[in-house]
């Protein structure tokens, strides 16, 4: 019973990290013509309905500056594809386009990683260094209950291929190291981005600038979690949309 379970606990995870591997990869993280529905400028789309009004009308207060800094970019256009260019679009040279909230263009996925599919990623890279962990335990298990095992059949057997047993093992522990560490470091800076509501794009273009200056999109912790994780905080781990939910009003 107990290797059955360990078999599904560890299946899962392949199975979950496999799904937001792959809608990271077929998610297109949004261009220019999906600015007015996304807008990644304002903590969540804006509400439809029948009768709605415009953008600005249909926002909270709280995002009543972002807006007007949005109305004020509305004649900016890109320097390489001409295109309108409104408040967090950035053009990426490799897709030739200009991406929702760029974060990077990852060449793992194939393409850019941005406001439609970086909850997808974050998961991917989550569900990766979990799967790693509880790879590397289950290796660490099987080679202490090895070692402590007292049957006379099992030394003689460790004795006799004790040099296989080192060449299976290890580099399937060093694959699991290396990737847990690489997975971690870069999820540790994508949650530093996401509680931040800001892109790597953004990080470095303002650290890099002249004249310092706050980042405008932070409101908080919880508020800038939710705008790349979803509404609600019970579906953050499940790999679903669930800030482009969009919730009608009357």
Known sequence: VENIIQAFVFSFLIIVQ???????????????????????????????????????????????????????????????????????????????????????????????????????????????????????ALLLRFVLRLCIWRSAIVRAWLNQRLQWFVLLLAPAASIALGSMIGCLVLLSWQIYLVSKNESTVEHHKRAQSAVPYANPYDRGIFLNIQHIMGRRAWLWLVPINDRSCRISSE
């Not at 990869?25 to 990644?40: C, D, I, Q």
């Not at 949005?70 to 990426?92: D, E, F, M, V, Y």
Request: hydrophobic share 35%.
């Open 18 to 136: 496999l799904v937001c591997y792959f809608l990271t990869v077929l998610t297109f993280p949004g261009s220019s013509e999906h600015w007015s529905r996304e807008r990644p400028d304002l903590l969540f789309p804006p509400p439809i309905s029948e009768n709605s009004k415009s953008d600005i009308e249909t926002s909270s207060g709280s995002d009543s500056r972002l807006i007007s800094d949005s109305i004020a970019r509305s004649g900016w256009r890109c320097t390489i594809c001409r295109l309108p260019k409104p408040a967090r679009l950035h053009h990426c040279r490799s897709c030739n386009n200009c991406i929702l909230r760029m974060d990077h263009h990852c060449i793992w996925v194939s393409q850019c990683v941005g406001l439609r599919n970086h909850k997808f990623f974050v998961l991917f890279l989550f569900y990766t260094v979990i799967s790693c962990i509880y790879s590397l």
